[in-house]
């Protein structure tokens, strides 16, 4: 009857390890596609800012009403939203991380920032003038990349210490197994 027993627990053991392993793993999977989702979102919103800057760099923007500027900030305006989407998504599976938040942070300020002269373009269309606002874009510009530098940084450092604390997990499993079969 003990031997049914010990046999019982181990399965129940088992079977208790290999459940908190794979919702670990399904938790950390999750964590990583929302991450990498979010990483590209962001670099969507900056790619529909360069978009646009690329449309009136020239010195001759083109009518707000334009097919060109319409697709220009209507692409904007979706990177925008799939860009939110994605960070409602981390903000769930990511709610504590430091680092995460002073990089969303950083990039919504120049993503702001950036926001004027689109503004200014919007309220003036063709007598819009680059020139007036070339500094503060430039500044914006840069700072949504060094967002984006930090927001990769601050995701991978999510998945080091996710694949730490597995590491933690498995490696007292695998040290006793180890101990186990060196001892008979």
């Known amino acids: 009857m003990l031997p049914a027993l010990i046999g019982l627990l181990g399965v129940t053991v088992g079977v208790l390890l290999t459940s908190s392993l794979s919702a670990s793993r399904e938790r950390r999977d999750g964590r990583v596609d929302a991450l990498s989702s979010f990483v590209a979102a962001n670099a969507r919103v900056l790619v529909a800012h360069e978009q646009l800057y690329e449309l009136v760099a020239n010195g001759r923007p083109p009518e707000i009403e334009s097919p060109a500027a319409q697709a220009a900030l209507g692409e904007r305006a979706a990177a925008l939203a799939e860009w939110r989407i994605a960070h409602g998504r981390v903000l769930i599976l990511v709610p504590y991380s430091v680092d995460l938040d002073v990089a969303v942070d950083q990039f919504k300020g120049a993503r702001a920032e950036a926001t004027q002269w689109v503004r200014e373009y919007q309220r003036l ?60």
């Open 125 to 184: 269309g063709t007598e819009f003038e680059l020139s007036a606002v070339r500094d503060s874009e430039l500044h914006a510009w840069k700072a949504m990349h060094r967002a984006q530098d930090e927001l990769i940084a601050a995701s991978r450092g999510v998945v080091a210490n996710d694949l730490k604390l597995l590491l933690r997990l498995i490696n007292p499993i695998r040290a006793t197994a180890g101990r186990s079969k060196s001892t008979r």
